[in-house]
């Protein structure tokens, strides 16, 4: 029975690590537009030249008029990223035709809805004369967000993984293979969006009706939110546990601007684009802000604890590690690099850590800290959505206010437990042997051989910090061979693998997966 249930979980890691890798793609291009669109935004915000009367210059009002345009619209359009992303992210091959079969799958969709919307005679006379229902790609629908995407995108993978190789009847041969993927794309979509047209407008409902719930909760639903969103990191499922609430009406509607938009990262963006915003939503701070506090603050704690705990002769090896781990997280938000080195070996830590992460969302809550962010709660997010939006619309002086108690909250806790459970974290080895280094030249062919060989790599692909594999046999890995090439961890659940690098992950993938063709 327990050989079974493993089976079965590894069966489940694998499909729930491909799906949550599939939306790393469109995720991926989000900071580059909420850059463009935090700093063209509160640079060209009237507030703003009133307040530096120097950017009142046409020109340089040009530039950053057009920067905000450049990212709300990328923001505008998350369900036709996601649609064509996790499409891309699922297929198995072939993956430039699995995107384009996605993006004509939408289309069809979302006209589909518009014309049962109008025999049903329920079209809106506007887009915005009727709650539900929105724009998309010019298409006036029902407002599916991101949920309706990430649908098309399923589907449309789940077809092309199936039929791209299709063979059909000699004279109709031409339509077979990758040609026939948007065709039964196309088709199928029909259905979806007929089943959309009567089975969306309760899911609206329930969607409503569980946005009031977590509204119920208060800060105790906060709190339940930051934990199980930490919780979920270590297995790369975190992502499809926060983007309901960032990009559907889970995380909440708001009329911005004449406009019906749902979800909580949608909502600030819109408003950020809108000079007449006086306070941003108070979803920001239950489901965005409270990263800030851990990221920035927190987590410096706990390295510093790691680095203290360690043996004498072992702070310098482990120092530039520590100190590389603190930069990324402080800056960017991407806390990986940390979390994996005490993760596996002090797992009591990791929950303390995500204890304190719901703490920090419950705060950041209590106090209406609202500063958005693309992906992460580093400093540039924190700069760009937080200090140039002004403290009377994101107080974000509360951050470091409440930041540097975290610091030493999360430093001396670590501490004590290091030191009082006798916990393994870097530079505390019963063998103080640093792992072998391999030549970066000779890294991606030693990454393959602790993987088992070339033919044991059935899937390849990866994260901001991961790289994650689909093996053909689980166990003919050689975990310390990955540590050697500089891998901080792994995780395994049957044949699906994650190897945990850093952000310099995708170099590592690059190379392998060069490899691999040869």
Known sequence: MSLFSGAASGAWFEKAQRFGKSFMLPIAVLPAAGLLLGIGGALSNPNTIKAYPFLDIAWLQGVFTIMASAGSVVFANLAVLFAVGVAVGLAKGDKGTAGLASLLAY??????????????????????GAVGQGMALGIQTLETGVFGGVVIGIVTSLLHNRYNKIALPQFLGFFGGSRFVPIISSLVAILVGAVMTVVWPHCQKLIFGLGGLVDATGYFG??????????????????????????????????????????????????????????FYVGTSRFMSGRFITMMFGLMGACLAMYHTARPENRKRVAGLLLSAALTSFLTGITE???????????????????????????AHILHITIGQTFSGGLIDFILFGVLQGEAKTHWMYVPMVGIPWFFL????????????????????????????????????????????????????????????????????DEAALKATGARAVVRRGNGVQVIYGPHVTIIKNEVEELLTL
């Open 222 to 279: 906060t709190f339940i939110y930051g934990f199980v969103l930490r919780m979920l990191g270590p297995f790369g499922l975190h992502h499809i546990f926060y983007l309901p609430f960032w990009t559907t009406a889970l995380g909440g509607s708001e009329m911005v601007n004449g406009q019906l938009v749902e979800g909580t990262q949608r909502i600030f963006f819109a408003q950020l684009a809108d000079p007449n915003t006086r306070e």
């Open 337 to 363: 690099p940390i979390e994996f080195s005490f993760l596996f070996i002090a797992p009591v830590l990791y929950v303390i850590h995500a204890l304190f992460d719901g703490l920090a969302f419950m705060i």
């Open 107 to 128: 289309l069809v969709m979302n006209a589909t809805i518009n014309a049962l919307l109008k025999l049903t005679g329920v079209l809106a006379a506007t887009d915005a």
């Open 410 to 477: 999360y430093y001396f806790t670590f501490r004590i437990a290091i030191n009082h459970f006798n916990f393994k974290t870097p530079g505390r080895e019963d063998a103080a042997v640093e792992s072998e280094q391999v030549q970066v030249t000779e890294r991606p062919r030693q990454v393959i051989t602790a993987l088992g060989g070339k033919e044991n790599i059935a899937e390849l692909d990866c994260c901001a910090t991961r790289l994650r594999i689909t093996l053909v046999d689980g166990n003919k890995i």
